[in-house]
């Protein structure tokens, strides 16, 4: 799994069949300070994930190990939201900071 930060949504209006119903978010990774990594990728959202929220994301035949999906041509799936992320130097990311 990897973390990145939602930045976007894809909307489609023809689409394979199996993909009825699937959100789709645009993606960034971020680096181990906490910072994007260059490009984006599109991922499945199974958890309801929503605009700058850090999620984790799995990627390839992993992606597809999620209830329901196992039939869908999907390589990336934001699988959780992140609430915080520590380091061995203190905390790195928290939900709640980011709306205070």
């Known amino acids: 799994m990897q973390i990145a930060q939602v930045r976007g949504t894809v909307t489609s209006t023809q689409k394979e069949g199996s993909l009825t119903g699937v959100k789709f978010l ?3 990774l971020l680096d181990e300070q906490g910072e994007p990594i260059p490009g984006y990728e599109v991922a499945a959202d199974t958890v309801g994930a929503g605009a700058a929220e850090w999620v984790l994301i799995s990627r390839g035949s992993g992606a597809r190990h999620i209830a329901g999906a196992l039939e869908k041509p999907i390589d990336a799936a ?6 915080t992320v520590s380091l061995d130097n ?7 900071q980011q709306y205070y």
């Open 26 to 28: 645009v993606v960034q």
């Open 78 to 83: 934001v699988v959780a939201i992140i609430d």
């Open 90 to 96: 203190g905390l790195l990311y928290s939900k709640r």
